[in-house]
């Protein structure tokens, strides 16, 4: 058997160019699919476009509406294809964001004035009952929230007021235990109420030898 170095490594080199050729056509036709998805999801007004070349000079795009009107938008946008390649060198680029970010600010403060009843003198009633409905809207929820946070209140107030009770009952048997155990040591104890009575007999008995010696002393004396 003879071997053939150089074609089999031209064999492998096809066989490696043509894994690559089929998996960079699934990869265009998964990123062609997921623009066309993404046309279709809510961004209408979206301009989507993908152009793939490949190495054998195939040409595949997707474009919506079409290539040709989304290049000239992009062309057309003020500093768009500058700001790309050099987005902080670009001071038009830079200038039309910042008026559009001005733009935004102005309206947003409009509209919370408007929110706040203040600037309402070009409003008409049809105007003024749409402000109305939207505030009412915004009122109940709200309101929906507050009663949800005084009800986690209340729920924590009453979990405070649980573990509270059982720690107070808790101090109150250790208390009665307490007690139970200093009467039972006093009871069994002989000198605290036995020592007691001995001591009030010999008080009484040594206040009775004197007031008979004082007896004793004045029948003495008159006689």
Same mark, same amino acid.
């Given at each position: 058997?003879? +071997?053939?170095?150089?074609?089999?490594?031209?064999?492998?080199? *096809?066989?490696? /160019?043509? $894994?690559?050729?089929?998996?960079? /056509?699934?990869?265009?036709?998964?990123?062609?699919?997921?623009?066309?998805?993404?046309?279709?999801?809510?961004?209408?007004?979206?301009?989507?476009?993908?152009?793939?070349?490949?190495?054998?000079?195939?040409?595949? &795009?997707?474009?919506?509406?079409?290539?040709? #009107?989304?290049?000239?938008?992009?062309? $057309?946008?003020?500093? =768009?294809?500058?700001?790309?390649?050099?987005?902080?060198?670009?001071?038009?680029?830079?200038?039309?964001?910042?008026?559009?970010?001005?733009?935004?600010?102005? +309206?947003? @403060?409009?509209?919370?004035?408007?929110? =706040?009843?203040?600037?309402?003198? %070009?409003? @008409?009633?049809?105007?003024?009952?749409?402000?109305?409905? *939207?505030? %009412?809207?915004?009122?109940?929820?709200?309101?929906?929230?507050?009663? &949800?946070? +005084?009800?986690?209140?209340?729920? #924590? =107030?009453?979990?405070?007021?649980?573990?509270?009770?059982?720690?107070?009952? =808790?101090? *109150?048997?250790?208390?009665?235990?307490? $007690?139970?155990?200093?009467?039972?040591?006093?009871?069994?104890?002989?000198?605290?109420?036995?020592?007691?009575?001995?001591?009030?007999?010999?008080?009484?008995?040594? #206040? +009775?030898?004197?007031?008979?010696?004082?007896?004793?002393?004045?029948?003495?004396?008159?006689?």
């Amino acid at each position: 058997m003879q +071997f053939h170095p150089q074609e089999d490594k031209d064999d492998a080199v *096809r066989n490696t /160019s043509y $894994e690559t050729s089929c998996k960079v /056509s699934q990869l265009a036709n998964g990123s062609l699919h997921a623009n066309a998805q993404l046309r279709l999801i809510g961004l209408q007004a979206a301009l989507v476009a993908t152009l793939i070349f490949s190495s054998t000079g195939r040409l595949s &795009e997707f474009a919506a509406p079409s290539m040709s #009107e989304v290049l000239k938008k992009y062309h $057309e946008t003020p500093g =768009m294809t500058q700001a790309i390649g050099h987005p902080c060198q670009n001071l038009e680029f830079w200038k039309h964001e910042a008026v559009l970010l001005k733009k935004q600010i102005d +309206f947003l @403060q409009l509209q919370q004035s408007y929110v =706040m009843g203040e600037n309402l003198t %070009c409003f @008409q009633l049809k105007d003024l009952e749409i402000l109305e409905s *939207r505030l %009412c809207v915004a009122i109940n929820k709200i309101k929906e929230k507050k009663v &949800e946070c +005084f009800q986690l209140h209340a729920q #924590e =107030m009453a979990k405070k007021e649980h573990l509270l009770l059982a720690e107070n009952t =808790m101090l *109150r048997l250790k208390i009665a235990d307490l $007690e139970s155990k200093r009467h039972r040591m006093e009871s069994s104890d002989p000198s605290s109420e036995g020592g007691v009575d001995l001591t009030r007999q010999q008080s009484g008995s040594k #206040e +009775f030898n004197v007031t008979l010696e004082l007896g004793l002393n004045r029948r003495y004396a008159s006689s």
